[in-house]
């Protein structure tokens, strides 16, 4: 690592130890990654950057390795620190945070929340209609996720549109 050049607390060593948690993360080391992701998140947050978008990317990371490790509550808690990073650094309304509010929804239906989902959902959708149009193939894919979240919780009458509109969406194309 660089750390012996730049020196530890170097915020170039902080995306060296995010890179090293991910390679640990794909060869299912989730111990080691969850070090590393620390390692990086103490880093940005001693170097003042805890508002940027880098430190809301290693966040995430650290709560991929908590939900390969069933800590859904804490991969939740993490998900939320990096949406509002990510809201004050790029907008709330920006197509940018849209990862992040997917993220949230997928723990809400993993822990069988699926009104908080929708809520997500919904968002997402918002975000993609005024940002990209209300014709767009994504706004066409946050319809049928919407559409299922409302299937899963009985409310078809509800659904049905959204899956109408989205196949409507994917015939303009």
Known sequence: MRQEALGKE??????????????LMKLDRTEEAEDAFRSAL?????????????????LDNLAEVFFAQGKYQGTE??????????????????????????????????TRRLTEAEKYARRILSIR??????NDPSVAASLVQLADLLKAQHREERATPLYERAKSIKAFR
Not at 10 to 23: E, K, P, R, S
Not at 91 to 108: H, N
């Open 10 to 23: 170097h915020v170039t060593v902080a995306f060296q130890w995010n890179n090293l948690g991910t390679v």
């Open 77 to 110: 808690n993490l998900l939320l620190r990096a949406l509002a990073v990510r809201e004050q650094a790029l907008g709330k309304e920006s197509l940018e945070i849209v990862p992040s509010l997917d993220r949230l929804e997928g723990i809400c239906v993993k």
């Open 42 to 58: 103490s880093i940005w947050e001693k170097s003042g950057a805890s508002a940027h978008p880098d430190y809301a990317k290693a």
């Open 129 to 134: 209609e005024h940002a990209l149009g209300p």
